[in-house]
C-alpha cells in the first residue's frame, strides 16, 4: 500500500487516530440509496408519514490495483430523526431469518433476491458469517442519548448484543457490527457461487433494510449513514478501518485493503412537493429597484446557474447528524437533482 495521506486528506478521513504505521489509500466507495418502491433509486427520497422506504448499500472499487471481486467490510447503518416518540414510531422491517443464519444456514439468513420487497439484510453471497441469536442482526433504537448516543432519535443496525453507541464500552472496534463478506473461488460455499454477477466490483448491492415511517405528521430529514468509528476491519497498527478486496482466489483473506468513504442518502419526510434545487444555499435574490407602484425590475442579472425557482427552501442537515457522519461526505445527499420530481407517489403500501 502506498503511503498517501495527501489522498486521505482530500477525502477527509480523520487522520488523528492513525498515529503510526503506513496509511492506506481510500479504496472504496460505500453508497447509501433510498428507494420509495425497491425499483427506482436514489440518494435522497421524499415521503409521507406511515409510507416504506427501502434503504441500501452499495460498494465500489476505488482503488489503483483492480480487484477481482469485494471480500470483506464490517459496519454500522444509522438513521437519524428516527422517530421512537409516542404511540407512533417509525419501525425496521424484520430482517431474513430474524437477522440469524448466513450464506449456507438452514434455515437461510441472507436475502437471496434483491427484489423481492420482503427480504431484507445481507444479500447473498455477502453473508459469509453466520450470525448466532446473541449476535444476530438487530435495529437498535437510541433515543435522548441512551446507550450513549447523541441526543435525539437514532436506529444503529449491529449485532444484537452490542446495545452502546458507536465508541462506547463494547463497541470501539467496530468488530461488531454488520458483518459482509464472501468466500473466495476457491472454497466458495455461497449460495450464489460464480461466476457470473458475484464478481463486480462496482455498484455492488450488499446490504438492505426497510423503514416503515410513523404516521406522526411533522416534517424531518433522516439521514442514513455509516459513521466511520463504526467500520470494522480495524488495522491494528494503523487503527484504521478497512475494506478488503479479493486481488485473487488463492488468498484466505482480501489483500487490497484501503479505507472507506460514505456517501449518506436523506428521507424527507412530510415535505411539501415544491420544486428543490441544488443551489438554494449559494445563490441569493437578485436586488429590485422600484420602477413605479406596480412595476420592479432586477437591477443585476441573475447568476447564469441561478434557476427560475420557486418554493420551499430545504433546511441543512442538523449539525447532529453531521457530527454522527464522522468523515462521511456530506451534502452531496441533502437536495434533489434540480427540477426532479420527488418518487413519494409510487411509494407501496406493505403490509405491516
Ligand atoms: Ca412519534
Not at 151 to 169: E, H, N, P, S
Not at 239 to 247: I, L, P, S
Not at 317 to 341: E, F, I, M, N, Y
Request: charged share 10%.
Amino acid at each position: 500500500m502506498r503511503t498517501t495521506g495527501a489522498i486521505a486528506v482530500r477525502a477527509g478521513l480523520a487522520l488523528g487516530a492513525a498515529a503510526a504505521g503506513a496509511r492506506a489509500d481510500v479504496n472504496t466507495l460505500v453508497e447509501w440509496q433510498v428507494s420509495p418502491d425497491n425499483v427506482h433509486w436514489s440518494s435522497t427520497v421524499t415521503a409521507q408519514p406511515g409510507a416504506f422506504v427501502f434503504v441500501r448499500a452499495r460498494v465500489s472499487y476505488t482503488g489503483t490495483t483492480p480487484p477481482l471481486a469485494f471480500a470483506s467490510m464490517v459496519f454500522q447503518p444509522t438513521v437519524s430523526n428516527w422517530d421512537a416518540v409516542g404511540a407512533n414510531v417509525d419501525s425496521l422491517a424484520p430482517f431474513v431469518n430474524g437477522g440469524v443464519g448466513g450464506n449456507t444456514s438452514t434455515p437461510i439468513g441472507v436475502v437471496t433476491d434483491p427484489t423481492d420487497p420482503t427480504q431484507f439484510g445481507r444479500l447473498s453471497p455477502f453473508g459469509r458469517m453466520a450470525f448466532s441469536s446473541t449476535n444476530r442482526l438487530f435495529g437498535h433504537v437510541h433515543s435522548d442519548g441512551s446507550g450513549g448516543a447523541p441526543q435525539g432519535g437514532w436506529l444503529r443496525i449491529a449485532q444484537a448484543r452490542v446495545t452502546g453507541w458507536i465508541g462506547t464500552t463494547g463497541n470501539t472496534t467496530g468488530g461488531s457490527g454488520v458483518h459482509l463478506a464472501q468466500l473466495s473461488n476457491g472454497d466458495c460455499h455461497c449460495t450464489n457461487p460464480p461466476p457470473a454477477t458475484n464478481y463486480q466490483s462496482q455498484n455492488v448491492a450488499v446490504f438492505k433494510f426497510g423503514i416503515r415511517l410513523s404516521d406522526d405528521s411533522p416534517s424531518r430529514l433522516l439521514r442514513v449513514d455509516s459513521p466511520m468509528a463504526a467500520f470494522g476491519n480495524r488495522n491494528t497498527a494503523t487503527g484504521e478501518r478497512e475494506v478488503y478486496w479479493w486481488a485473487n482466489f488463492n488468498e484466505s483473506m482480501g489483500s487490497l485493503r484501503g479505507t472507506p468513504q460514505v456517501l449518506p442518502a436523506s428521507i424527507r419526510v412530510g415535505q411539501s412537493a415544491a420544486r428543490t434545487s441544488t443551489t438554494t444555499a449559494t445563490w441569493a435574490i437578485t436586488p429590485i429597484s422600484r420602477l413605479s407602484s406596480t412595476v420592479w425590475r432586477e437591477t443585476a442579472a441573475r447568476p447564469a446557474t441561478a434557476p427560475t425557482w420557486t418554493g420551499t427552501a430545504i433546511p441543512a442537515p442538523t449539525p447532529t447528524s453531521r457530527r454522527s457522519s464522522g468523515s462521511s461526505r456530506a451534502g452531496a445527499a441533502d437536495a434533489l437533482p434540480s427540477g426532479r420530481a420527488p418518487l413519494a407517489s409510487s411509494a407501496p403500501m406493505m403490509a405491516r
